[in-house]
């Protein structure tokens, strides 16, 4: 069982930014695709983002693509989740979530995301 933490939400302004990080202890996640997610209080979870497992291959919801950048640190084992020109509809829940694959530059907006982190929560705010 892979057991990913997401870090580094918190209370920003609209127009500010924020980095999100993933990671997990103990494993490596070279062989994981790593996507986020974003849950807003009565809407549906959605995916926002995702690297693949080389990480040649990014792709974005239309909602933050421009804004936001997924990147992914072998060294440091983990991924981030850049998140400039924050606006309040960014505001809810963010989680990161991974699936193990053979397929090195293989689109991951399709995939289907197997371990999850507890999330953590973005509030952009003035």
């Known amino acids: 069982q892979l057991q990913l933490v997401e870090s580094g939400g918190g209370l920003v302004q609209p127009g500010g930014s924020l980095r999100l990080s993933c990671g997990t202890t103990g494993r490596s996640l070279n062989e994981y695709a790593i996507a986020w997610f974003r849950q807003a209080p009565g809407l549906e979870r959605d995916q926002i983002s995702c690297?693949?497992?080389?990480?040649?291959?990014?792709d974005y919801a239309d909602s933050v693509k421009g804004r936001f950048t997924i990147s992914r640190n072998r060294a440091k084992n983990t991924v981030f989740l850049q998140m400039d020109s924050l606006k309040a509809e960014d505001t809810g829940v963010y989680y990161c979530a991974a699936v193990r694959t053979i397929l090195t530059h293989t689109a991951c907006m399709s995939f289907n995301y197997a371990y999850w982190g507890q999330g953590t929560q973005v509030t952009v705010s003035s």
């Open positions: 690297v693949s497992r080389g990480g040649g291959t990014t």
